[in-house]
Every structure is written in C-alpha cells, then in structure tokens.
C-alpha cells in the first residue's frame, strides 16, 4: 500500500497492475525532466501499469509548477516517511512492483524502458 499524507488528483487503482513508484521534487531539474517520460508511460500502458508520484515538498509548491504538467497521480509524504522505508538517498529514484508485490527493480528512471515493461507485462500474463 502507498500512503501519504494526502492524494493530489485521484487515488489511483493498484490491483492487478504494475505500479512505478516515482520519488521526485519540483525543485528538481533531473525529476522535471521525467515527468514528461513518466506521463508517456502511464498513457502507452494505459490499464496495465499505475505510475505514481511521491512528493516530499508541500502541496503549494507542487501547484506552482506549471511545466511540466504531471499526469499522474502523486501523494504527498511531508515527513518522508515512505521515502526513508523504501532507502531513496537521492532523486529521481522509481521502483518497480509487480503484481504480486516484489520490487522488480529500484533505481533511476533511465533504466525504466518500453521494451522493458512489456517483458514484466507479458510475464504477468503467463
């Protein structure tokens, strides 16, 4: 379960999906600019895959970003508490579980890719 202090936008449907978890700022030039990529994922894989967002800064701040928009739902987690579980030390940071719950993988956004995605998706399907 991902929880936070408060859902911006829609709490998302989890069950039967691949969920990325991203960890991000708005402060962050590296994050801002996977939003965008983060946004495309959620689209192409659209019912499969859940993307969501992790914010540690206040809800002010995250409003007043303008661009890029985000798309995806986003909890705020002020005191970190979900951040220092999972061992983010730095961000852009995303983890990947699958739909039985294990962490596929944990690192930079980079190393998420299409092909890569498909490969759990069809795996899941077997």
């Known amino acids: ?7 911006l ?4 449907e989890l069950n039967d999906k691949l969920v990325l978890v991203a960890f991000w700022a708005p402060w962050s030039t590296p994050c801002r600019k996977y939003v965008p990529e983060l ?5 192409i894989f659209a019912g499969k ?10 809800e002010a701040e995250i409003a007043n970003m303008i661009e890029p928009k985000i798309e995806f739902a986003s909890v705020l987690d002020p005191k970190g508490e979900l951040r220092a579980a999972v061992g983010v030390t730095s961000i852009p940071y995303v983890m990947l579980v699958d739909r039985e719950g294990i962490v596929r993988y944990q690192g930079h956004p980079a190393a998420i890719t299409d092909k890569h995605l498909e490969g759990m998706l ?4 077997e």
């Open 1 to 7: 379960a991902i929880k936070g202090e408060k859902w």
């Open 9 to 12: 936008g829609e709490k998302p």
């Open 39 to 43: 946004d495309r994922l959620q689209k």
């Open 49 to 58: 895959l859940a993307v969501v967002g992790v914010a540690s800064e206040p």
């Open 122 to 125: 069809a795996k899941a399907a």
